[in-house]
Each structure stands twice: as structure tokens, then as C-alpha cells.
């Protein structure tokens, strides 16, 4: 089963926080899953009965995109394992898109997934592959949902398939559970319905469907609406969705329990130090009651600061797998336009009830000084629904001028062009007056020693 929303029903769960800490050693209990260093977005996990467990994230170890180029805007891999922690097989994509068009991209991220007692399991994910239209031109970017299936060998049943339908568009951030006859609930929010002012919320649709993927009704429009909607499954195969502050229980195939009832939000705490890149992850235990079981638990077990993010967990048998996103040793790829972070997942297990915890890493204070060399960052958060962050390093005086292109290549707007000094900066931009899709930031110095530098990072707009 996944760890679902921070809810007092049926079961254990554990609620993980990004702390900035600090510390000393290491205890190598921690394994590396993805083997590209191209690990993105987000990171899910998921497991059966006997303790098994997959996997899933996004990955760009397939883009073949410098600026102005073509192909995919990158995939969704896995990696399964068996009940010991050992490794079945290598890394799989699961997202099976091969579309290349000159001026489209098909981006495929958030994957989310589900496994039942047998170990058959379900990834859906959002997708912006190119559908075609009546004249055989190119359709706007829109993103759907889409999903995969498996056997209990972590074999493919069929081809990746279409939740929603295709005239809809604009469908976002998906959640799946597998109940253990094979059949299976998605739900995601259409962008398109949406109720609020600036922190909008999103409708909540629904889509059942049975043992052989087969879809149960009609697209349900649920009375629910948030950014990102949670569903968690019950044993006797009830399923609850949690959107924001209200959680409605339902029966299969989408049938409503009783009244939606009011639920406190779940929290993430987050300490800052001095050092941007150095995170760690940490768990609470819980009881059924919600009483807390001892303090804070540090997962990760690395001994070098890095910055690790999203972590992701699920549990059986009192067995917890935990997976998060982990640039330890801070390595750069330099063939690619502009370098980027090598980012890989990275996994643990551990005893719900005598876990061995990690010391906290030392995470030094970063010495005052001028940057040795260049350096665009990947802007933050991304995607984003509105507002971006960009950092750079500027290591001599120059003017700096930060652009933003369509996947076109078409000027859409100037953030910023002036004289900056050296040193390192982070700036905020609300891009929240634009369209949903995929866009290219350009950097542009010319120093006062009369050399220039140019640099392009890619971002993702939702709405």
C-alpha cells in the first residue's frame, strides 16, 4: 500500500519533512535506484503484500533537446525490487511515447502509482504527447492523463492508455489505487474548472476501472475541488479522496459513503540554515490515535552535505520503503546546454518499530566570495503555477539580461536587463499572466572585460 494523505483511519502512516540539519558520518543503508543522474520531479513508491515494492519517477535521460532542438521532454522510469531491498532487473521506462515533431514536446511527469497484495500495480502520470488533429498539424500543448499497467512479474499489460478524454485538456496532478481484485480508481484536477482568486482550486474528476482496464462508467465531475487531490485505500476495498480540508469516503466504482467531512491538513516543516544545498529527510511515526511515536526520524544516511527533496514512503508488514530525489556529491552534467545538477533517487528500508536512524549531516557555513565561473540554475519551483525563481552566478560585473521564449522560440517577455555587480543572485518573477505549457528562460551576460555568456534552462507553467 502507498502512505496516503495525514488521515485518523485504518492505518500507520508516516508524515515526512525537509529539514536543513547538521553532522558528522555515515551508515551506508541507503541505495541508489535510477542510474542516469537525470532523476527530475517527483518520486513514488509502492508495495505488496509480502513486501515487494516499486519505484516510479520522472526522467530526462532521453531529452535530446539543447535550445532550439527536438524530442521528448523526458519520460517515466521504474525500478522494482524485492523484499530484501534487492534490485529486479534494471531501470524500465514506462511512459512508451516516441513521438518527435520539430516544434512539440512531449512531456511526461508527476508519475503516482499504486500496487495491490498480489503485486500488480498501476503508474499514471501526467502527459503532453502531440494528439492529432483533423488537418494533421500540430495541437496546442495540453496535458492529459495517462496510465500503464502490470502484472505481479512487472510485466506490461497492453500499451500506455488515455484516463481522460482526449477534447478535455488541461488535466493535472493525478492519484491512483489498485484494489486488490486488479481493478482501479484515478481521479485528477481539470484546470479548467476551477473556483477561488489567486490560490485557485481545481475540480476533482474521477475514472474506475476493472480487472482487464477496462473503464467503469462514465468520467465522474466530483463535488471536491484542490491543486492536488489525495485517494487512499481502505482493506475492505472503499477508497476515501482527500481535496484540501475535505475528504469524502466512496465505494467502488464511485459510489459516496455518508458526507464529506472536514480533516486537519497535513504538514511539512522546514528549518533553514546558511547552506541552500543542504537538505535531508526526516519521518515522524505515528500511533492510530496520531500520538507521536519518539521525535524526528532522520532517513537518509549520507555523510557528504546534498540536497535531497520529495521523498515518497510505503509500508507493509511493518517494513517502511522510502524513496526521495538526491544530488549527493553535488555532480554536474558539462555535455549538456546549459550543465545540470546530476539529480538520481535514492531508497532505504526500514523497521517501523526499531528504524536505525541517520546522524544529522554537517552542513558548513558557506564562505563569503565572489563565484569562480558562470552559472544559470534551474528555476524553482518547476513546474510552477505562477511563480518562478532563477539564480545565477555572475562571477564579474556585467549587465544581465533574463528573457523568456515559448517552446517556439518567440520572445514572450523581459524579465530583467541591467548592470549587476559580481556574486550570486536569486530573483522572484510571477509569470502567472501567461499560458500553461513549457518555456524557455535565456540568460545573457556581457561582462565589463567584454566577454559574454549565454545560458537556457527549461520550466513547466501549470495553472
Known amino acids: 500500500m502507498n502512505c496516503g494523505p495525514v488521515l485518523t483511519i485504518r492505518f500507520l502512516f508516516l508524515v515526512?519533512?525537509?529539514?536543513?540539519?547538521?553532522?558528522?558520518?555515515?551508515?551506508?543503508?541507503?541505495?541508489?535506484?535510477?542510474?542516469?543522474?537525470?532523476?527530475?520531479?517527483?518520486?513514488?513508491?509502492?508495495?505488496?503484500?509480502?513486501?515487494?515494492?516499486?519505484?516510479?519517477?520522472?526522467?530526462?535521460?532521453?531529452?535530446r533537446i539543447p535550445y532550439g532542438g527536438t524530442g521528448s521532454e523526458g519520460d517515466i522510469y521504474g525500478q522494482r525490487y524485492d523484499n530484501k531491498g534487492a534490485p529486479v532487473g534494471n531501470n524500465f521506462r514506462i511512459s512508451d511515447d516516441s513521438s518527435e515533431c520539430d516544434k512539440s514536446f512531449a512531456a511526461q511527469f508527476l508519475p503516482r502509482i499504486s500496487m495491490n497484495k498480489k503485486g500488480?500495480?498501476?503508474?499514471?502520470?501526467?502527459?503532453?504527447?502531440?494528439?492529432?488533429?483533423?488537418?494533421?498539424?500540430?495541437?496546442?500543448?495540453?496535458?492529459?492523463?495517462?496510465?500503464?499497467?502490470?502484472?505481479?512479474r512487472g510485466e506490461p499489460l497492453g500499451s500506455n492508455f488515455l484516463v481522460d478524454s482526449p477534447a478535455i485538456g488541461g488535466q493535472l496532478n493525478p492519484d491512483v489505487v489498485m484494489r486488490n481484485d486488479g481493478s482501479f480508481v484515478v481521479i485528477w484536477v481539470n484546470s479548467l474548472e476551477s473556483e477561488g482568486g489567486v490560490n485557485k482550486v481545481f475540480r476533482v474528476y474521477l475514472q474506475s476501472f476493472d480487472s482487464k482496464g477496462r473503464k467503469v462508467g462514465l468520467i465522474q465531475k466530483l463535488n471536491l475541488y484542490a491543486q492536488e487531490p489525495r485517494i487512499a485505500l481502505f482493506d475492505d476495498g472503499d477508497f476515501v479522496i482527500v481535496a484540501d480540508t475535505l475528504a469524502q469516503v466512496f465505494s467502488f466504482p464511485s459510489d459516496e459513503v455518508g458526507v464529506p467531512f472536514r480533516i486537519s491538513k497535513g504538514f511539512t516543516r522546514v528549518v533553514k540554515t546558511s547552506d541552500e544545498n543542504c537538505t535531508d529527510i526526516y519521518g515522524q511515526r505515528f500511533n492510530l490515535d496520531l500520538?507521536?511515536?519518539?521525535?524526528?526520524?532522520?532517513?537518509?544516511?549520507?555523510?557528504?552535505?546534498?540536497?535531497?527533496?520529495?521523498?515518497?514512503?510505503?509500508?507493509?508488514?511493518?517494513?517502511?520503503?522510502?524513496?526521495?530525489?538526491?544530488?549527493?556529491?553535488?555532480?554536474?552534467?558539462?555535455?549538456?546546454?546549459?550543465?545540470?545538477l546530476e539529480i538520481d533517487v535514492w531508497a532505504t528500508i526500514q523497521d517501523f518499530n526499531n528504524p536505525t536512524e541517520g546522524l544529522p549531516t554537517h552542513c558548513s557555513q558557506p564562505p563569503s566570495h565572489i563565484p569562480s565561473s558562470f552559472k544559470f540554475f534551474q528555476s524553482y519551483p518547476n513546474p510552477t503555477n505562477g511563480m518562478a525563481a532563477f539564480a545565477y552566478d555572475l562571477p564579474e560585473d556585467g549587465t544581465v539580461r533574463l528573457t523568456l521564449y515559448n517552446i517556439l522560440g518567440e520572445e514572450v517577455t523581459l524579465l530583467g536587463d541591467e548592470f549587476q555587480k559580481a556574486g550570486h543572485y536569486t530573483r522572484d518573477f510571477m509569470i502567472d499572466n501567461l499560458s500553461s505549457g513549457i518555456y524557455l528562460a535565456r540568460l545573457s551576460v556581457k561582462t565589463i572585460s567584454g566577454s559574454t555568456h549565454t545560458s537556457t534552462i527549461k520550466l513547466v507553467l501549470l495553472k
Open 16 to 63: 515526512f519533512a525537509l529539514i536543513f540539519s547538521y553532522v558528522p558520518k555515515v551508515i551506508p543503508q541507503d541505495f541508489q535506484v535510477s542510474t542516469s543522474g537525470a532523476a527530475t520531479l517527483s518520486v513514488q513508491v509502492a508495495s505488496d503484500s509480502s513486501g515487494r515494492f516499486v519505484v516510479v519517477w520522472d526522467d530526462g535521460r532521453n531529452i
Open 120 to 152: 500488480e500495480f498501476v503508474v499514471v502520470w501526467m502527459d503532453s504527447r502531440p494528439k492529432a488533429t483533423p488537418d494533421n498539424s500540430t495541437a496546442p500543448l495540453e496535458f492529459n492523463v495517462y496510465a500503464q499497467r502490470f502484472d505481479s
Open 291 to 340: 500520538s507521536r511515536i519518539r521525535g524526528d526520524l532522520k532517513i537518509s544516511h549520507e555523510s557528504d552535505k546534498s540536497e535531497q527533496l520529495v521523498p515518497a514512503c510505503a509500508m507493509e508488514n511493518n517494513t517502511i520503503q522510502i524513496a526521495w530525489l538526491d544530488a549527493r556529491g553535488m555532480r554536474y552534467f558539462t555535455n549538456v546546454y546549459p550543465p545540470q
